[in-house]
């Protein structure tokens, strides 16, 4: 069998034509395809503004920037995420601490997060911005989320890096009905690629101007924005101090085209993960719990081993799926353990449970609208002979 990685892009022709068009035409940057891919997503979110980024971890940057944290100030987060959820606070002088996770969604525990706000409140240590991620596609509890912020007073930024195409009571990710910003990742082995990228989405147009001024320079040509007259039509004025953030053309015109398949895409992640939950039913592992009342994006599919009930170790299960060419992988290793978190700010091994608990177990099998069953089937059958090995 070929190798089979975890994740992998769907590029169609019709994608390829998308990106060579642009690099025949005007602009290459700052052009027209960015605000359509804005626009589209506006549209699938309903939601009032987009601002589409160089990458996921950019716009989390920005949109901590947007809602002024600074030096002093604390952001919470999920020890089951990639780096860049932790990571775009610190770049902003705060500081990160992370709320442990559920063991049945492995998103952050509201019941966790609860009891952390009241000690903290006690304290007078209470977070600024608190960033709830979905992990793989799975929202988290947002309106509980939502009555937390406002009873206790951060803001809420919503990792969504996972989630495009999903859902939460019915209404899609995105629209920000109980967050300030959600943001998207869009590398290829997220849901819709444009190589890198990433957006944040608002409904909030403070926000979104704050935003948009930041992923460029601080720099604007619109004089309501400017301090003072325009000089003449040359004329841009650096009003904060902003990045280089911006997607090129290409990125957004490949965007464009993905995302008018995001339907089909999520569809189909969610047939191969239905017949995950089948052909695993019996096997000694946990399959993804599916909350009742929301559509996962479903980006990843994680598995729990049931080590008390085989004999193979964690990592003896992983290496022997490796070497069947299998690309499994696993989404996360705790942030608060990596080594930069350990010396920096303290963090130790026994500080968040669940979320250790589930680093011990989980592995992200393949899971890609062009995984064949045949794939598919070689991963289960690979699994199964691991895990009765003895
Ligand atoms: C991928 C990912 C990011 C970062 O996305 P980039 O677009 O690669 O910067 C952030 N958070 C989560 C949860 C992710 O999975």
Same mark, same amino acid.
């Given at each position: ?5 975890y ?18 035409s +005007?602009?290459? =940057?700052?052009g ?6 804005? !626009? ?5 979110? !309903? ?8 990458s ?5 940057? #920005?949109a901590? *920037?947007?809602?002024?944290?600074g030096?002093?100030?604390?952001v ?7 780096? $860049? ?13 992370? #709320? +442990?996770?559920d063991?049945?969604t492995?998103?952050? @525990? ?17 977070p ?5 991620v979905h ?7 947002m ?8 009873? &206790?007073?951060?803001s809420?930024?919503?990792d $969504?890096?996972h ?11 995105g629209?920000?009905?109980?967050? +300030?910003i %959600?943001i998207? @990742? ?6 819709i =690629? ?6 944040? %989405?608002t ?11 930041l ?12 301090? /003072? ?6 004329y841009?004025?650096? #009003?904060?101090?902003?990045?280089n953030?911006r997607? =090129? ?12 398949r *995001? @339907?089909?895409?999520t ?8 017949r ?5 039913a ?11 009342e929301? &559509? @996962?994006?479903?980006?990843l ?6 080590? +008390? ?8 299960v992983f ?15 705790p942030? /608060?353990l ?7 700010f ?11 608990q589930? &680093? ?5 099998l ?15 059958? =690979? ?6 090995y003895?």
């Amino acid at each position: 069998m070929n190798f089979i990685p975890y994740g992998r892009q769907n590029i169609t022709e019709e994608d390829i034509d998308a990106v060579v068009n642009v690099l025949k035409s +005007d602009y290459l =940057t700052q052009g027209p395809k960015v605000p359509e891919f804005e !626009n589209a997503i506006k549209e699938h979110c !309903n939601v009032e503004y987009v601002l589409a980024m160089n990458s996921a971890t950019s716009a989390l940057h #920005v949109a901590c *920037l947007a809602l002024d944290v600074g030096k002093g100030d604390i952001v919470w987060t999920t020890p089951i995420t990639f780096v $860049a959820s932790a990571n775009c606070a610190l770049y902003c002088g705060a500081t990160v601490d992370f #709320v +442990d996770i559920d063991p049945r969604t492995y998103n952050l @525990s509201i019941q966790s997060l609860e009891h952390k706000l009241k000690a903290a409140k006690e304290q007078g240590k209470l977070p600024k911005v608190v960033i709830p991620v979905h992990l793989c596609g799975q929202p988290c509890d947002m309106e509980r989320i939502y009555q937390l912020s406002k009873n &206790y007073g951060f803001s809420v930024i919503e990792d $969504a890096s996972h989630a495009i195409g999903g859902k939460y009571k019915n209404q899609p990710i995105g629209n920000c009905q109980y967050s +300030d910003i %959600t943001i998207f @990742s869009f590398h290829p082995v997220k849901i819709i =690629t444009t190589a890198e990228g990433g957006v944040a %989405t608002t409904k909030s147009e403070e926000l979104a101007q704050k935003m948009e001024l930041l992923r460029s320079h601080g720099i604007t040509r619109d004089s309501d924005l400017m301090t /003072h007259e325009p000089d003449g039509p040359w004329y841009y004025q650096q #009003v904060d101090l902003g990045y280089n953030y911006r997607m =090129t053309e290409m990125q957004a015109a490949l965007g464009v085209s993905q995302i008018k398949r *995001l @339907s089909s895409i999520t569809k189909s992640r969610h047939e191969i993960a239905n017949r995950y939950n089948e052909k695993l039913a019996r096997l000694a592992v946990i399959v993804p719990f599916q909350i009742q009342e929301s &559509y @996962s994006g479903l980006h990843l599919y994680v598995i729990r081993l049931k080590l +008390d009930k085989i004999k193979p170790t964690h990592l003896e299960v992983f290496k022997a799926l490796r070497a069947a060419n299998i690309g499994v992988n696993l989404h996360y290793i705790p942030v /608060h353990l990596q080594p930069y978190y350990r010396e920096h700010f303290g963090f130790k091994l026994g500080d968040f449970p669940q979320a250790e608990q589930y &680093y011990r177990e989980a592995i992200s099998l393949p899971l890609y609208p062009d995984l064949s069953q045949e794939q598919q089937d070689y991963v289960v059958e =690979t699994l199964k002979d691991i895990l009765a090995y003895d």
